[in-house]
Nanobody, 123 residues
Framework: QVQLVEAGGGLVQPGGSLRLSCDAS????????MAWYRQAPGKERELVAR???????????SVRGRFTISRDNARDNARSLVYLQMYNLKPEDTALYYC?????????????WGQGTQVTVSS
């Protein structure tokens, strides 16, 4: 079982920045896709950004140009990291942000979720 642990959420004023991180308990080569989803109260969970093993990134239109997703291996190569750098945050970005990963190789076909980290954008 792969564990995903998010960090970096918090309260920020409109126009501010935050950087979310997700620490996955397996090497990046075992994860075909890493992504960030979010769910605001009363709304469905939505994909925010995703990044593949060949570092192809995609974004939902509402965050394009403001958010950047990136991924890396930890120094020990036994864990992998995915980040979401968020700039110019807006109140509508307020949500619980989840890290997500799709397995590759021996983990092919499996999907993993983190517990979520809260981002609140408010003055």
């Amino acid at each position: 079982q792969v564990q995903l642990v998010e960090a970096g959420g918090g309260l920020v004023q409109p126009g501010g920045s935050l950087r979310l991180s997700c620490d996955a308990s397996t090497s990046s080569v075992n994860l075909a896709v890493m992504a960030w989803y979010r769910q605001a109260p009363g709304k469905e969970r939505e994909l925010v950004a995703r990044i593949t093993g060949d570092i192809t990134a995609e974004y939902v239109e509402s965050v394009r140009g403001r958010f950047t997703i990136s991924r890396d291996n930890a120094r020990d190569n036994a864990r992998s990291l995915v980040y979401l750098q968020m700039y110019n945050l807006k109140p509508e970005d307020t949500a619980l942000y989840y890290c997500y990963a799709e397995g590759a190789r021996r983990l092919r076909g499996r999907r993993f979720w983190g517990q979520g980290t809260q981002v609140t954008v408010s003055s």
